[in-house]
């Protein structure tokens, strides 16, 4: 397919020997000469040059008039000027207003050829992004949130009208499994900073000194390592989003630089002396009740308030099991499709099975059922043996035994049969290696690899406290 160049150009014999030329290059040119018959080309449904090559001054206006009015409505494809008459005021405006280049008459063919082809790369990168941006919003509409019970609807509600919002922070709470890193993608790419950046970050997943570089940024040596600069992940979500997940697990001294970062719509690096401007949509979540860490000064207020402008709390699978007649199929259709399988058929005990199974792993938990049963089926039933839920089945043998988390010499077994929640495997193996190490927390976080801040938390999170830990 033939990629369009318009072309804006006065002077009737540089216009033509232009669209002759670029012709004979694969173009579809399309010739104006006044910047009235340009606008109404660009106004045509269906015609989007991929690069304009305008003349600056014509007899009815300067072109960076339109390529301002046109960049306003976010469309212009990439600009290059030619003039005879440039000025270095002129050549300012058409940068910021992101022409991809300025030239002056008379400019040698060999260099304009190759400066459109630059601008040609950059076109087809920038119809890419627009195509995947589209893609992704088509992919993560309201339906992306399947159910239809009430409880369904009430968040579907909720979400329509905060996509209606420029809203600048939000919080997303609901257990472990539900679909909070869903609700984001969907309140991101379904809102006015859909063509922006998602940018995200799990908070409990780095250790606090690296957790600050991820965010803020730092300059070369700012720290041992740190050889060269690094844009951090807020700078990094200009005009876009971040979604910081885990939210609870960020330690109160980087909750105090978030809120003056908020706050100040502004930044520093670490190491850093200039403050960098930044336009930022905060989404926050958490599996936790932060309204009841405030009160126990283990979440700052002033952070708490100034990200709950909204909140949207997702139910659990427990609590709408209707919905599970729309998931099942879905996620059976969706492996299917990954697998090369044609599972259709679901029987009735599958179903008494699912709908009497409590969930404790939401919508997470019910996926990888799907999942295992989908990649194992033999034909298009879908197998009740690979359920695997805990309850005996006339397919399955009945263990002697209830599967259950053991210490075995150095070893933890626990069992992955949806008996056990993530939160208290988490919980089993830190007390476990708590005991081994006489509650040592310092010899502990270094068994487990991890921090002592970090171990203190979940020590303090799950109640393991036993009597001092040094």
Same mark, same amino acid.
């Given at each position: 397919?033939? !990629?369009?160049?318009l ?6 014999l540089?216009?033509? !020997?232009?669209?002759r030329? @670029? ?13 009235? /018959? ?5 106004q045509q449904p ?6 304009v =090559? ?10 960076l008039?339109l ?6 409505k ?5 600009w &290059?000027?030619l003039?005879? @008459? ?5 050549s300012?405006?058409?940068?910021? =207003? ?18 459109m ?7 087809r990168a ?6 995947e941006a589209?893609? #992704?919003s088509?992919?993560? $509409? *309201?339906?992306?949130f399947i159910?239809?019970s009430?409880?369904? @609807? ?14 600048s922070a939000?919080?997303i709470?609901?257990e472990t ?5 869903? &609700? ?8 006015p900073r ?8 799990n908070?409990?997943?780095?250790? #606090?000194e690296?957790l ?6 730092? %300059?070369?040596?700012?720290?041992t390592g740190? +050889? ?18 885990? &939210?609870g !697990? ?8 978030l809120? /003056? ?12 002396e ?14 936790r ?7 126990? $000064?283990q979440?700052?207020?002033d ?6 402008v ?7 699978l ?5 919905d599970l007649?729309? =998931?099942?199929?879905?996620f059976v259709?969706? @492996?299917n499709?990954?697998?090369? +399988? ?6 009735a ?6 709908m ?16 295992r049963?989908? *990649?194992?089926?033999?034909n ?5 043996q ?10 399955a ?5 209830a599967?259950?988390?053991?210490v075995?010499g150095?070893?933890l077994?626990?069992? *992955? ?5 993530? %939160? ?10 708590? %005991?081994?190490?006489?509650? $040592?927390?310092?010899?502990?976080a ?14 303090? /999170?799950y ?8």
């Amino acid at each position: 397919m033939a !990629e369009t160049l318009l072309i804006i150009e006065d002077e009737s014999l540089l216009g033509t !020997e232009l669209a002759r030329h @670029y012709r004979r290059q694969g173009w579809e040119v399309i010739l104006a000469d006044t910047l009235r /018959k340009a606008g109404q080309v660009l106004q045509q449904p269906g015609i989007k040059p991929q690069v304009v =090559l305008s003349d600056m001054n014509l007899a009815d206006g300067n072109a960076l008039d339109l390529l301002e009015k046109l960049r306003e409505k976010g469309t212009g494809g990439e600009w &290059i000027f030619l003039t005879g @008459y440039g000025s270095v005021p002129d050549s300012v405006r058409a940068l910021r =207003l992101g022409a991809f280049d300025f030239l002056e008459k008379p400019c040698d063919q060999e260099r304009l050829d190759m400066v459109m082809a630059g601008a040609a790369r950059s076109a087809r990168a920038q119809r890419r992004l627009q195509d995947e941006a589209a893609a #992704r919003s088509q992919q993560y $509409n *309201l339906d992306a949130f399947i159910g239809q019970s009430a409880a369904a @609807y009430q968040v579907r509600d909720m979400l329509g009208r905060l996509l209606k919002v420029p809203f600048s922070a939000l919080v997303i709470t609901g257990e472990t499994g539900t679909g909070k890193g869903l &609700i984001a993608r969907i309140l991101h790419h379904g809102g006015p900073r859909g063509s922006g950046p998602l940018i995200e970050i799990n908070c409990a997943a780095l250790p #606090r000194e690296l957790l600050e570089s991820e965010l803020f940024g730092h %300059e070369a040596g700012a720290f041992t390592g740190a +050889k060269g600069r690094r844009r951090g992940l807020l700078e990094q979500a200009h005009g876009g989003t971040l979604f910081l997940d885990e &939210i609870g !697990e960020l330690d109160l001294d980087l909750q105090a630089k978030l809120l /003056k970062a908020i706050e100040d719509r502004a930044i520093r690096r670490l190491g850093g002396e200039q403050m960098i401007n930044i336009d930022v949509q905060i989404l926050a979540a958490t599996n936790r009740n932060l309204g009841e860490m405030v009160e126990q $000064n283990q979440f700052r207020g002033d952070l708490y308030h100034r990200l709950n402008v909204f909140q949207v709390e997702l139910p659990p699978l427990r609590r709408r099991k209707e919905d599970l007649e729309s =998931l099942v199929p879905q996620f059976v259709a969706e @492996y299917n499709h990954k697998a090369g +399988k044609r599972v259709s058929i679901i029987p009735a005990p599958v179903w008494q099975r699912l709908m009497k199974h409590q969930w404790l792993g939401n919508i997470r938990e019910l996926r990888n059922v799907v999942e295992r049963c989908v *990649l194992f089926a033999d034909n298009e039933v879908f197998p009740v043996q690979w359920l695997q839920l805990g309850e005996p089945t006339e397919s399955a043998p009945v263990p002697a035994k209830a599967a259950e988390a053991r210490v075995e010499g150095d070893q933890l077994c626990i069992p *992955l049969d949806g008996s056990m929640a993530l %939160e208290d495997m988490d919980r089993f193996i830190i007390k476990t290696a708590l %005991e081994m190490h006489d509650y $040592n927390v310092t010899a502990t976080a270094r068994a487990l690899g991890s921090t002592r801040e970090t171990l203190r938390y979940r020590i303090q /999170k799950y109640g393991l406290s036993s009597g001092s830990t040094p």
